[in-house]
């Protein structure tokens, strides 16, 4: 899917006081509309989210509780829709009729999203199966491993599908947005961008960014600080 835009050609300028009238087409324009999506796509690689609202369906495996996590936060509740097929194997399955035909599809009630936001939005992305579990495919891991004799194997099969509507463009995920394009803009002309300056007998220092793992990033540490408490964990 095509990464949501995590800010506009018009807030960059205003964020760095650039002048609006009679600048539409400009260079500076086409550059800024050439990194929004590349900065949109960076910052959904590094914290792992999408920014902005989208329709997503996603697979799961069922493990025997009744909460599963959907990765995708905040989740609204309309257009929820759930399917629980055995064979399923993540909508890849050869079963006669394809994997999750319409028979899969779960009765609205036989499930709840926990609401945990005031705009009636699900903050924790939990849903519970109502009165049951999501259900876990129990196997030997191997054809020649004993029997079990008390440890239950989860073998993971794609047996949940979910659509649902989530996501959202935080305040400060455009703050930050608009700190780095910036920062790459004056990266463009200084050679990198500007740490500080002096004004008698002018002198001026560049920034150099590192990551934790002393690699250079684009993106400023102002701006890293901002998506450091969006960042999720990893999905096996």
Do not use: H
Request: glycine content about 10%.
């Amino acid at each position: 899917m095509v990464t949501p835009a995590v800010t506009t050609v018009a807030n960059v300028k205003t964020y760095m006081q650039l002048p609006e009238t009679g600048s539409e087409g400009s260079p500076v324009d086409a550059v800024i509309e050439q990194l929004i999506p590349q900065i949109s796509a960076l910052f959904k690689k590094y914290t792992g989210r999408v920014f902005g609202t989208y329709e997503f369906t996603e697979y799961y495996s069922g493990d025997g509780t009744p909460t599963v996590v959907l990765r995708q936060r905040p989740v609204a509740p309309e257009g929820l829709l759930v399917w629980v097929d055995d064979d399923g194997a993540w909508g890849q399955g050869t079963q006669s009729g394809g994997p999750f035909p319409a028979s899969s599809l779960l009765e609205e009630g036989t499930y709840a999203l926990q609401i945990d936001d005031a705009d009636g939005l699900s903050n924790c992305g939990i849903l519970y199966r109502v009165n049951g579990v999501w259900p876990m495919a129990k196997t030997r891991l191997w054809l020649n491993q004993s029997p079990d004799l008390a440890a239950n194997y989860r073998y993971p099969t794609g047996n949940v599908k979910v659509t649902y509507t989530a996501g959202e463009l935080p305040e400060d995920v455009e703050l930050a947005a608009n700190m780095t394009i910036a920062a790459i803009l004056q990266g463009n002309q200084s050679g990198s961008p500007i740490q500080s300056e002096s004004y008698e007998d002018y002198s001026r220092t560049l920034a150099s960014f590192q990551t934790s793992g002393g690699l250079m990033s684009a993106i400023p540490p102002q701006a890293l600080s901002i998506l450091a408490g969006y960042r999720e964990l990893a999905w096996g």
